[in-house]
């Protein structure tokens, strides 16, 4: 067949996560990030909807005057406060500042998926709130009025504001700096740091078999996360690898801080959540639990770990090791139609 004239063959070695030279984002091969695509592939694997997990015993408990205490509920309210509103902003720095910047196929794809899952996963609270008779405006308004949710949402959506500049390009070392940064903040903070405290609150609830169908919720909302999680480092990696200029002392010096003042962060919403503590579970606790969480997620980057504390709550790990044994299968209402069974 005839072939255009001056058509070249993609080069492998020239693909990037960013700065792809004459980067073709269409073209999915030759593959050289891998990793992208086996996170896609577990991502479908891992496919679930909110509308079938039962929530029928959680609107029992909700109604009920005597199953829940006032603290407790006011602890699931706030976590809920966070939630509803951090998938979306999540959401928004994928397809608005990541993704066009990202010149890896793969990565884009992975990004798909990715975006989708935040869907599902704002999708899931939305559920929450629903089912049990909640006042949606207020639960999805918390993260404008409650001082501790704002100041979170506000230190990521501060420091990615650049990117979010239309005119913003990638291509100098301030500015790749700055894309290597957005994406620190954005995995290893909001998804690596900001959501744990929240999850550690709704396991609680499940140990203490209260709002299970919630809990449920969120065990397979944490799965997609850690594999978000596992993507996000992963790109940071390669991009250190592959531009290792960027990855300065003095750069890695402000990504300790920021985890720093996240930590922080993190520590006051979980005292505003528990001001007295419940199931066994106090601030203190919680701090010591953040700033383990903190560590793995430096350590993981190649930076060193500032706490070094034990992890004060070691069924957290447990959850997420549950999630991986448990036949999503055997659980579900309904199972998803293949292209064999589709009647037109
Ligand atoms: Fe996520």
Redesign the pocket.
């Known amino acids: 067949m005839p072939i255009l004239k001056g058509a070249k063959a993609v080069e492998i070695n020239n693909r990037r996560i960013i700065n792809g030279e004459d980067a073709d984002v269409m073209q999915l091969y030759p593959m050289r990030h891998t990793f992208a695509w086996d996170a896609y592939t577990v991502g479908n694997a891992n496919h679930w909807l909110p509308t079938e997990i039962s929530m029928q015993r959680d609107i029992e408990q909700w109604k009920s005057r005597d199953a829940l205490t006032a603290d407790e509920r006011t602890a699931f309210e706030t976590v809920l406060g966070f939630f509803t509103t951090a ?1 979306s902003i ?1 959401a928004n720095n994928i397809v608005l500042a990541l993704y066009k910047h990202i010149t890896s196929p793969e990565c884009r794809m992975y990004l798909l998926r ?1 975006g989708y ?2 869907a599902v ?1 704002t999708h899931a609270y939305q559920y929450i709130v629903e089912s049990l008779g909640m006042d949606e405006a207020r639960i999805f308004n918390m993260y404008r009025e409650v001082e501790a949710i704002y100041s979170k949402d506000n230190l990521v959506l501060g420091l990615n504001e650049g990117i979010f500049d239309p005119s913003f390009k990638t291509g100098t070392f301030e500015n790749d700096q700055k894309f290597l940064e957005n994406l620190c903040v954005f995995s290893l903070i909001l ?1 690596g740091i900001f959501f744990y405290s929240s999850f550690a609150v709704m396991f609680g609830f499940q140990r203490q078999n209260k709002l299970t169908g919630s809990a449920e919720q969120i065990q397979y909302i944490m799965r ?2 850690s594999q ?2 596992n993507f996000g480092i992963n790109m940071i990696n390669a991009i250190k690898q592959e531009q290792s200029e960027i990855w300065t002392s003095e750069f890695q010096q402000r990504i300790i801080e920021l985890v720093k003042r996240a930590v922080k962060l993190e520590y006051t919403f979980a005292t505003e959540v528990f001001p007295r503590g419940i199931f066994g579970m106090n601030a203190d606790g919680f701090k010591q639990y953040i700033e383990h969480i903190a560590d793995r997620r430096l350590e993981r980057v190649g930076l060193p770990t500032q706490y070094n504390v034990a992890n004060p709550f070691p069924w957290m790990s447990e959850a997420v090791d549950l999630n991986k044994e448990k036949n999503f299968f055997e659980t579900r209402v309904t199972e998803y139609k293949t292209g064999g069974t589709l009647d037109w």
């Open positions: 998938d999540a990715q899952e935040e996963h998804e997609d996360e978000h999680l």
